[in-house]
């Protein structure tokens, strides 16, 4: 098996942000139903998860690239975009549906969850693996969300401090990675 960051197999640092920026990620409910749509996503697609957060507005995921980047991110996208919104029809969240409304309706799609653009990094080298991870983790810091990242409920840092609880959201593919170093 290769090295999973190399030229060959780069890594994927993802960046998904909703639409307008809304907070549509605020809840621990939406939270976790955005965990268990990534978990979803990655059985599917195949690829491993290193590491993630989830922040009131957007995510952002470290994973392999089974296949072309894109499609890792549209599958991605697709699923939690389809278990939020059959959330919030569900529970007839009127309010939050109509932010999420396209001005023109395409593809039958009435709603959209995320902004068009979107941000796929290729991480090729182990250095640049680990500036992702921590960029990742220091998240919740930076928005003053919480004081130590391992405190923050929604991302992989307390795995990867090895002190993870026992109802950690998500489980992250660390011991899955093959270090060249070492
Ligand atoms: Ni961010």
Same mark, same amino acid.
């Not at 197999?9 to 268990?36: E, G, H, M, Q």
């Not at 991480?123 to 130590?148: D, G």
């Not at 609880?165 to 992250?172: A, I, M, N, S």
């Given at each position: 098996m +290769?090295?999973?960051? $190399?030229?060959d197999?780069?890594?994927?640092?993802?960046?998904?942000?909703? +639409?307008?920026? /809304?907070?549509?990620?605020?809840?621990?409910?939406l =939270?976790?139903?955005?965990?268990?749509?990534?978990?979803?996503?990655?059985h $599917?697609?195949?690829? %491993?998860?290193?590491?993630?957060?989830?922040?009131?507005d957007?995510?952002? /995921?470290?994973?392999?690239?089974?296949?072309?980047p894109? +499609?890792?991110?549209?599958?991605?996208?697709?699923?939690?975009?389809?278990?939020v919104?059959?959330?919030l +029809?569900?529970?007839?969240l009127?309010?939050?549906?109509? =932010?999420?409304?396209?001005?023109?309706?395409?593809?039958n799609?009435?709603? $959209?969850?995320?902004?068009?653009?979107?941000?796929?990094f290729?991480?090729?080298?182990?250095?640049?693996?680990?500036? =992702?991870?921590?960029?990742?983790?220091?998240?919740? @810091?930076?928005?003053e %969300?919480?004081?130590?990242?391992?405190?923050?409920?929604?991302?992989?840092?307390r795995?990867?401090s090895?002190?993870?609880?026992?109802?950690?959201p998500?489980q992250?593919? @660390?011991? =899955?990675? @093959?270090?060249r170093?070492?």
């Amino acid at each position: 098996m +290769k090295p999973t960051t $190399s030229i060959d197999t780069p890594a994927l640092f993802i960046t998904a942000v909703a +639409k307008d920026r /809304l907070p549509v990620f605020r809840t621990d409910k939406l =939270k976790t139903i955005t965990c268990a749509a990534i978990d979803e996503a990655r059985h $599917s697609g195949q690829f %491993l998860l290193f590491a993630y957060v989830i922040m009131p507005d957007h995510l952002h /995921l470290l994973t392999t690239s089974p296949h072309r980047p894109s +499609k890792v991110v549209q599958l991605i996208k697709g699923i939690i975009s389809r278990r939020v919104i059959g959330y919030l +029809k569900d529970h007839e969240l009127q309010s939050s549906l109509q =932010k999420l409304q396209h001005e023109a309706w395409k593809r039958n799609h009435r709603y $959209s969850l995320w902004q068009h653009h979107s941000d796929v990094f290729l991480v090729t080298s182990e250095s640049t693996f680990m500036q =992702k991870v921590n960029y990742l983790h220091l998240n919740p @810091i930076r928005a003053e %969300l919480s004081e130590r990242a391992t405190d923050y409920r929604w991302s992989s840092a307390r795995s990867w401090s090895r002190c993870p609880t026992e109802d950690e959201p998500l489980q992250v593919d @660390i011991d =899955k990675i @093959i270090w060249r170093r070492s």
